[in-house]
């Protein structure tokens, strides 16, 4: 694509009960002169998302909204909302989010990537007026690119600090990019789609470009669908690190950072687990199957006692950090991508 050509961008928002937030979402996306199409997919919700969205049409024939009368998770609304559309570009937005005015003339500044990824502005929900006249600061745009081991170990969490995950990044797509190496949202999870789809992406050599310059604001809500996930989710997404291995053309160095994240993912699905058992079928049903490998153990034993460790701190009055998460932070700053300053 020249650049003297302006960029025409589909965005994609997979919406499920998100009448109260869908109508600012769509706003910030028909405000972009490079949006040429916003698909709105209304995941069989209960309420009326569909009604909010199409009362939020601009008028320039841009908006269409489509409705999916069973619930089948983002994976499945996002690949329905990339097959009927055609922009060359792909953006996804949450149902709940908003971009920042500007936010593609930043991405589309060079043209050297196969994906673009910038910062993004995180709002506690419980911050007071319009959040969306929050002014990001002037962060320098820094481009750099991510490989995959960089990207992988990016995406493991650690107890007690801010979560800021580089599968949180929302990039903008080469649809030529995704036609070229036939991938699409793997339609078996519903926790950490992005990180597997972009994963997989930059395994197979797409060229992902993060600016730090802030175009994209999230809204952290706690009772988020991600927040929400099943225990079952969890073994699903490691499960498809487990197929990222069987890519023969990882070199060793990626397969062991994807090894890590996988035991990562798996030891929170194994603890998950034990405290399901424990709940349904009682505390020795729950031991036998925590003693049933060390597998299982040393994950469970860990995880409690950091559990309860944490539930003694805050009774004596020390708050861990997750506790005093500010009303306003950014998933990139300073001058290390993905850190926390």
């Known amino acids: 694509m020249s650049m003297t050509t302006k ?4 965005v994609i928002i997979a919406a499920r009960n998100a009448a109260p937030t869908i109508a600012v979402a769509i706003a910030s996306a028909l405000r972009e002169p490079e949006v040429a199409e916003v698909v709105v997919v209304d995941d069989a919700s ?15 024939g841009r908006l269409t909204v489509m409705r999916l009368d069973v619930n089948r998770g983002p994976s499945f609304a996002r690949n329905a909302a990339i097959a009927g559309s055609r922009s060359p570009f ?12 500007g936010r593609f003339r930043n991405l589309f500044a060079g043209a050297d ?9 995180l709002i506690r929900d419980d911050a007071t007026g319009d959040v969306t006249k929050i002014v990001a600061p002037q962060f320098a745009a820094e481009p750099e690119f991510l490989d995959f081991e960089r990207f992988v170990e990016g995406n493991i969490s650690r107890r007690r600090v801010q979560r800021g995950e580089l599968g949180f990044l929302k990039p903008v797509i080469s649809r030529a990019f995704l036609d070229r190496h036939g991938l699409r949202y793997d339609e078996s999870l519903r926790l950490g789609e992005d990180y597997e789809l972009y994963a997989r992406a930059v395994a197979r050599g797409a060229r992902f470009k993060v600016i730090r310059s802030c175009g ?6 706690a009772d988020s669908l991600s927040g929400r996930h099943k225990t079952q989710d969890l073994e699903r997404l490691a499960d498809a690190d487990l197929a990222l291995l069987a890519i023969e053309s990882l070199p060793e160095g990626s397969k062991a ?20 058992v424990k709940a349904e079928r ?9 003693l049933a490998s060390q597998s299982n153990l040393v994950p469970i034993v860990r995880g409690v006692a950091a559990d309860k460790l944490e539930s003694l701190f805050r009774r004596a009055g020390f708050a861990s950090k997750r506790s005093h998460v500010p009303p306003l932070r950014f998933l990139m700053a300073g001058t290390s991508t993905g850190k926390e300053r």
Not at 7 to 10: A, I, L, S
Not at 46 to 60: E, I, K, Q, V
Not at 90 to 101: G, Q, T, V, Y
Not at 216 to 221: E, K, L, S
């Open 7 to 10: 960029p025409q961008v589909c």
């Open 46 to 60: 209960t309420d009326d998302t569909a009604t909010a969205a199409r009362s939020a049409d601009d008028g320039s």
């Open 90 to 101: 792909i953006s996804i937005l949450d149902a709940d989010d908003f971009f920042l005015e």
């Open 113 to 121: 990537w196969d994906f673009a990824a910038d910062n993004i502005m």
């Open 216 to 221: 994209y604001g999230a809204i952290v809500r």
């Open 257 to 276: 950072v994807l090894r890590r994240h996988e035991r990562h993912v798996r030891d929170k699905f194994r603890l998950r687990n034990f405290l399901d």
């Open 282 to 290: 009682g505390l020795a049903s729950a031991a036998a199957y925590a």
